[in-house]
């Protein structure tokens, strides 16, 4: 299993900027998709964003769209979220996700359940 920690979220304005990091640590030498979901109080985990392990595929919720962009960086173990023009209503806790890739295989899940291994988040706060 690999273990997650995000850093990097905070209290920005509206139209601001951040960037999230996901380091990871443990079976990094196995192959895994990455993913980044978030959470606002009283609402389901949602999906952001993901990418494979090559970095050459990346899939994206409708909401986040044009405005961030998720990234690997193979050498550090590390996924980022570039989240610009940020709005109030991307306020939540946002998680690193990683989900265990099957041989040959390159899958992108939209759905939490996909994925084996998470972060303990990171709080975006976004004020208008």
């Known amino acids: 299993q690999v273990q997650l920690v995000e850093s990097g979220g905070g209290l920005v304005q509206a139209g601001g900027s951040l960037r999230l990091s996901c380091a990871a640590s443990?079976?990094?030498?196995?192959?895994?998709?990455w993913g980044w979901f978030r959470q606002a109080p009283g609402k389901e985990r949602q999906f952001v964003a993901a990418i494979s392990w090559s970095g050459s595929r990346t899939y994206y919720a409708d909401s986040a769209k044009g405005r961030f962009t998720i990234s690997r960086d193979v050498a550090k173990n590390t996924v980022y979220l570039q989240m610009n023009a940020l709005k109030p209503e991307d306020t939540a806790v946002y998680y690193c996700a990683a989900d265990l890739q099957s041989p040959g295989l390159v899958r992108l899940a939209p759905t939490p359940e996909q994925y084996d291994s998470w972060g303990q988040g990171t709080q975006v706060t976004v004020s208008s």
């Open positions: 443990g079976r990094t030498s196995s192959s895994y998709a």
